[in-house]
């Protein structure tokens, strides 16, 4: 598809070229691909399965969630390829049902979005400052200075989108390449430089509980509770896919090339995720080393390898995650400048604006501006722990956000049945069985994922600690509450979902 044949089609859905179409579909491909990074999720969030469930939630949660995962891309591809708009999921909910169901959807991709920006960014803040401790060993752990990092971290990732829009496309393509090539390097160190390796009864049969949740490995409250806890590693890991639309207007090709660029990013992320963290568990041979860390990758490496290949490592996964946020900002920005574009946003016009170089300049600053605001618990961490609550409440909130958006466009495409026009890639009819199941999926982890993942963040608790609390319900149901109040009181009133910006398609 031509272009012109693009602008046609984006014309034909009401709206007018202004994005830059200038990425090819493998650059779409790319930046669901560097966003869901398994140079990120798998080290960042790794401690959270090996606490909750150990081996077994890694060498079997993974592949098993990650193919409810592509499931969920598969219906998703459908709708992008029926609806190529850089508004995506929003627009596709407007579209399939009524303003009330675009409102919602808009708004909770919006959030995830912006949590997501801010995890991953947070979790590069870490890991930098994991790398440069190697360097400067007198350093102490501090949250301070992590949260400094993260702050500088946001502010390039600002400049680069906001500077470099040709350099971003670019960039894409490199981040692919550094995933597939830093990935294999790391999978190589695990694999020859350790002395010694676990068996494979132990990756994929042992089973830990370092949850706080009892001590038990066994019975229905560790199968039911705390390893589930433990699949937030992948169910994080591979979000953020949804970028293939949010990009599609500067696509080529996009009601097919976006299509397939979200679920082979999944597919591709699953495969190389799963061999990376099987690579994990072989060399994790110091178990009390590990938990002694607090579940943290980086005791894997600093406890199997010498010096120079664990920093390597570390530094490996730095300049990932580096990418992975800044292909963040860019699929955030977009969302919040076609939000905007509909009205939606307070001071839309403002968000919706691009300058010269047709770059939404004040959607870049805005969503990086609550990025930082969102992260500020981070600065605290409860007692005796390595890790801030507030990160892991930051990650649930992304994945709820984000999780929940997807779910009303794919219900409504389930309801719609066979009035549903579909584009160039569709599912024909097994669209029913695979949106059922998406959509079951999606309702079942948001459960999970807004529990308490400390005993000490049990309301009521007899040891009850506020830094201890995973935020995340508090964090999402005042969203959902205050969006659900705002449109019952004005928006219903005045929004009216996606606004044309071309009365002409010929034209």
């Known amino acids: ?75 998703m591809s459908e709708l992008v390829s029926a609806y190529p708009t850089a508004g995506g999921i929003y627009w596709w909910a407007a579209k399939l049902g009524k303003p009330i169901h675009g409102w919602f959807t808009g708004w909770l991709n919006l959030v995830g979005l912006i949590a997501v920006t801010a995890s991953v960014d947070y979790g590069c803040a870490t890991f930098l400052d994991l790398t440069l401790t190697q360097f400067f060993p007198t350093w102490t752990p501090d949250l301070t200075r992590v949260f400094l990092f993260f702050a500088v971290i946001l502010v390039l990732h600002a400049l680069i989108n906001i500077f470099s829009h040709r350099l971003i496309s670019l960039l894409q393509n490199v981040s692919v390449w550094w995933h597939v090539a830093g990935a294999a390097v790391v999978v190589a160190i695990l694999v020859f430089l350790p002395e010694k390796h676990q068996s494979f009864s132990f990756v994929f049969t042992e089973r830990i509980n370092n949850s706080g949740f009892g001590d038990a490995t066994s019975g229905l409250p ?23 639309a949010h990009v599609s207007e500067e696509t080529h090709g996009a009601s097919t090339s976006a299509a397939k660029g979200l679920w082979r990013s999944i597919f591709y992320s699953a495969i190389g995720g799963w061999v990376l963290l099987l690579a994990f568990l072989f060399a994790a041979t110091d178990v009390a080393a590990v938990n002694k860390g607090g579940g943290q990758v980086s005791a894997i490496f600093l406890s199997a390898l010498d010096w120079a290949p664990a ?39 403002l968000w919706s604006r691009v300058d010269k170089n047709r770059t939404p300049v004040n959607a870049i600053l805005a969503g990086c501006g609550m990025a930082l605001l969102i992260t500020l618990p981070a600065l605290y961490a409860p007692p005796g722990s390595v890790v801030p609550v507030a990160f892991l409440a930051v990650v649930s909130i992304a994945v709820i956000g984000l999780y929940l958006a997807f779910l009303i466009p794919i219900w409504l495409r389930l309801r719609m049945g ?32 807004i529990m308490p ?37 004005s928006a219903k009133k005045w929004f009216t979902g996606p606004r044309r910006t071309v009365d002409n398609i010929d034209a």
Do not use: H
């Open 311 to 349: 920093t390597l490592i570390l530094a490996i996964s730095t300049i990932g995650q580096f990418f992975c946020g800044m292909s963040c900002v860019t699929s955030m920005s977009r969302m919040t400048y076609a939000f905007s574009r509909d009205g939606a946003v307070p001071g839309w016009r």
């Open 453 to 489: 993942v400390s005993p000490k963040g049990v309301p009521f608790a007899s040891d009850f600690d506020w830094t201890a609390v995973n935020y995340s319900p508090i964090a999402v149901g005042v969203v959902l509450g205050g969006i659900a109040l705002w449109w019952t009181l």
């Open 418 to 449: 066979a009035a549903f026009q579909p584009g160039p890639w569709t599912l024909g009819s097994k669209y029913k069985v695979l949106c059922w199941i998406a959509v079951i999926e999606i309702v079942v982890i948001s459960l999970y994922f």
């Open 222 to 244: 560790f199968w039911f509770y705390v390893l589930p806890l433990g699949f937030l590693l992948t169910q994080y890991t591979i979000t953020g896919f949804d970028a293939c």
């Open 1 to 75: 598809m031509s272009v012109d044949e693009d602008s046609q089609r984006l014309a034909e859905l009401g709206y007018k070229q202004e994005l830059n179409r200038t990425w090819s579909g493998f650059s779409n491909f790319a930046i669901s691909f560097s966003i869901i990074s398994i140079l990120a999720g798998c080290f960042t969030t790794f401690y959270q399965a090996w606490n909750n469930g150990g081996p077994i939630a890694i060498a079997w949660g993974w592949p098993l969630i990650s193919i409810f995962i592509l499931i969920i891309g598969f219906c």
